[in-house]
């Protein structure tokens, strides 16, 4: 896995998804995406809000590893 590949500037989100990452903790928060598996949450961006693969597996890593900083 490259490195901190869900470091990404929050320009480069609203970019490629139309959200900021402010409102996408907000979105993953409100579906309790800590409690379930990182797939599934990839899964529900994609189909839920029509967010690419990359972005919505980028977005769930970098929602599930603030919580462990």
Known sequence: MKQDYWNVRNE????????EIAEWIG???AFQAK???SNDVVAHLQQEYN????WARTLTTLYLKQDNQ
């Open 12 to 19: 480069q989100v609203i970019e490629k998804t139309g959200k």
């Open 27 to 29: 979105i993953l928060d």
């Open 35 to 37: 409690d379930k598996k």
């Open 51 to 54: 967010v690419p693969r990359y």
